[in-house]
C-alpha cells in the first residue's frame, strides 16, 4: 500500500564514470552501463538519439553523446518506470527544450545593430579588395 520511494535514482546515474575517449566499442559502453550488448542493439532501433557509427569492419562505434544517451534512457526505463514510448516522447522533449534555450545566442531586437555590422563588414571588404587590386 504505500509507495515506493524512488530517491536514489540520481545517485545510479551518476555511478557510470565515462572514460575521457572518443569511440567506445558495444562490448565497453555494455560494461560502464552494467547492460547485456543486445539491449544496446535493440534500443538502437527504438531510440533515434542513439546512432554509433560503424567501423570499417562494421563493429558499432558509441560517441561519449551516445554513452550518455545510454545512461539516460537506462536511469528513465529501469529507475524512473518509464515505458519504451514514453522514454523516446521524454527524450524528444528534453531534446526540444535544450534547442529552444541554445539556438537564440543574440537578442532578435536589434535589427539597427545588425545592419551597422554589416556596414561595418563592406567597408573591410572594399579596403580588402581594393588592396589587392592596388
Known amino acids: 500500500m504505500a509507495a515506493r520511494k524512488r530517491s536514489n535514482g540520481k545517485n545510479k546515474e551518476d555511478e557510470v564514470l565515462i572514460p575521457d575517449k572518443l569511440y567506445f566499442r558495444i562490448g565497453e559502453v555494455a560494461a560502464l552501463c552494467r547492460l547485456p550488448a543486445y539491449v544496446l542493439r ?5 531510440f533515434p538519439q542513439l546512432k554509433p557509427v560503424k567501423s ?3 563493429q558499432r562505434m558509441y560517441r561519449r553523446r551516445d554513452v550518455e544517451n545510454v545512461v539516460r534512457i537506462k536511469a528513465l526505463l529501469y ?7 514514453g522514454a523516446r516522447q521524454q527524450l524528444r522533449s528534453e531534446t526540444k527544450s535544450d534547442k529552444t534555450q541554445s539556438t537564440i545566442p543574440f537578442p ?16 573591410i571588404l572594399s579596403m580588402l579588395s581594393t588592396r589587392r587590386t592596388g
Open 42 to 46: 535493440f534500443w538502437e532501433t527504438e
Open 56 to 58: 570499417s569492419t562494421g
Open 79 to 85: 529507475e524512473q518506470g518509464f515505458t519504451i514510448s
Open 108 to 123: 532578435t531586437q536589434s535589427l539597427a545593430g545588425l545592419q551597422h555590422v554589416r556596414q561595418g563588414l563592406r567597408e
